[in-house]
């Protein structure tokens, strides 16, 4: 997408009506978008969003993420430890975190989480597990909702959520569980994060799924640099494509693209309460 046009401005208009919509998880901090950054929120900004939530997943990148927030009104951030990035969390750590997590634009302790593609090691699997342990009470203490990834680890994640979750909301990044699992996350009053795998060929159940749950519980994601939706498929992912997830959910579900924008923005709003309209 080198830029959008005049005429995709005025698609996007019909499209949505007055409707905005939220990329509720981004890492436009990276070094993907180091040279044209501004154009990336810019070009966001005209193809509808009013928010963009982008996501630390180490404590470096989520100091960066923090500076972001300070340059660009529309950019929000979460604060937080990726599995991919385990390591013992000090106390200096923990303090970094909740010294970022009372700011204004902080809204989540995130991305956190299990992560058990890449991590076979059942002791640094275990790590991951004490760290998300510790990021949640984190999220409890701050009063703020988290941002959980979970990859090929369904039933540690829920087993923790069930037992060191209580009293947190939040949302479950790029959704790749069962309806069962969606449904129990629904039920505890958190959403689901759908975002590019939802337009491709083999997206499996998800299609099914996001046609069962409720729109209430779901928000749109991009997870860019990464995964890029149909018809972007194979470019850079960047904040404006949550056009096209928003699209296919829309699609799946029989409903207008305003009202689906509209939803997934009230609903965004809902779970990051320190997002300002």
């Excluded at 963009?52 to 972001?68: K, P, R, Y």
């Excluded at 949640?136 to 090929?152: G, I, K, S, T, W």
């Excluded at 149909?230 to 799946?252: C, D, I, S, T, W």
């Amino acid at each position: 997408m080198a830029g959008v046009t005049e005429a995709m401005v005025a698609q996007l208009g019909k499209d949505l009506g007055q409707a905005k919509l939220i990329d509720t998880h981004a890492h436009i901090n990276v070094e993907h978008f180091a040279e044209d950054r501004d154009a990336v929120v810019e070009r966001a900004a005209q193809a509808g969003l009013s928010h963009i939530v982008n996501m630390g997943d180490s404590m470096e990148s989520s100091q960066s993420s923090v500076a972001l927030t300070k340059i660009y009104p529309m950019v929000y951030t979460g604060v937080g430890i990726h599995p991919e990035e385990a390591h013992p969390m000090t106390q200096a750590d923990e303090d970094q975190l909740a010294s970022w997590g009372v700011l204004p634009k902080v809204v989540a302790i995130g991305e956190i989480g299990l992560d058990y593609y890449w991590e076979k090691d059942g002791d640094k699997r275990q790590l991951q597990r004490e760290l998300f342990i510790r990021q949640l009470d984190l999220a409890r203490q701050l009063h703020l909702p988290v941002c959980v990834h979970n990859r090929e680890a369904h039933g540690d994640t829920m087993e923790i959520l069930r037992k060191e979750g209580k009293g947190i909301v939040g949302v479950m990044h790029c959704f790749s569980g069962s309806l069962e699992i969606a449904q129990e996350l629904v039920k505890m009053g958190w959403f689901i994060g759908v975002d590019g795998p939802l337009t491709f060929k083999n997206a499996a159940k998800l299609p099914e799924i996001v046609q069962k749950l409720p729109l209430e519980r779901i928000v749109v994601e991009t997870d860019c640099p990464y995964m890029a939706p149909v018809p972007m498929r194979g470019k850079r992912n960047e904040p404006a494509f949550v056009y096209h997830v928003a699209a296919k959910l829309a699609q799946l579900r029989g409903e207008s693209l305003e009202k689906v924008a509209r939803q997934t923005t009230a609903n965004a709003l809902e779970l990051y309460p320190k997002l300002e309209l």
